[in-house]
T-cell receptor, first 117, second 114 residues
């Protein structure tokens, strides 16, 4: 089955520093990847859609200069949280669609728990 | 606009009892519907999906769901709950055209009592 690898699984950083999260599709090519944020005991909030070779599409209310997304290849997308602050602490999950049509399921990484101190 | 409503943020069942997790959707075009399960501190795993064809869909771990267009529902069921089924369950809808963006429900936390 389609596997999405997300790294790191946990990261603790100091306020003001930047953190990069990687999302890789291991056995399929993903022209589109999605980045979600999940607050405790809540649903997933779509942050942005990452498109290979072009700029990401951000959802309303998500700061594109704070959450930098790069999708340099068909198997790798990165999310960089710049100048992190404690309110950025959250669980971040990436996903990739296993095909180009709407009936293709999303395959999820195992998430990254970010703690900003 | 599309939306997904999951009734009941918490559901408790006894081990061996029927599991029923409710999901209703709204969509202006025929939807694709999915159920995902999330274990603590992990990503989401696909349980099953409905796209076209048979309205009763069987998934992994003994779960199944039935698409009822007239009721705009896609409820998830399992005849007999197991302790390992305790997790968070999310219903999602994807459009059959346009952006194919996923919309997730707010989730239902299933607790299985011994």
């Amino acid at each position: 089955g389609a596997v999405v690898s997300q790294h790191p699984s946990r990261v603790i950083c100091k306020s003001g520093t930047s953190v990069k999260i990687e999302c890789r599709s291991l056995d399929f090519q993903a022209t589109t990847m999605f980045w979600y944020r999940q607050f405790p005991k809540q649903s997933l909030m779509l942050m942005a859609t990452s498109n290979e070779g072009s700029k990401a599409t951000y959802e309303q209310g998500v700061e594109k200069d704070k959450f930098l997304i790069n999708h340099a290849s068909l198997t790798l997308s990165t999310l960089t949280v710049t100048s992190a602050h404690p309110e950025d602490s959250s669980f971040y999950i990436c996903s990739a669609r296993g095909g180009e049509q709407g009936n293709s399921p999303l395959h999820f990484g195992n998430g990254t728990r970010l703690t900003v101190t | 606009a599309q939306s997904v409503t999951q009734l009941g943020s918490h559901v408790s069942v006894s081990e061996g009892a029927l599991v029923l997790l409710r999901c209703n959707y709204s969509s202006s075009v025929p939807p694709y519907l999915f159920w995902y399960v999330q274990y603590p501190n992990q990503g989401l795993q696909l349980l099953l999906k409905y796209t076209t064809g048979a309205t009763l869909v069987k998934g992994i771990n003994g779960f199944e769901a039935e698409f009822k267009k007239s009721e705009t529902s896609f409820h998830l069921t399992k005849p007999s709950a197991h302790m390992s089924d305790a997790a968070e369950y999310f219903c999602a809808v994807s459009l059959s055209s346009g952006t194919y963006k996923y919309i997730f429900g707010t989730g239902t936390r299933l607790k299985v009592l011994a």
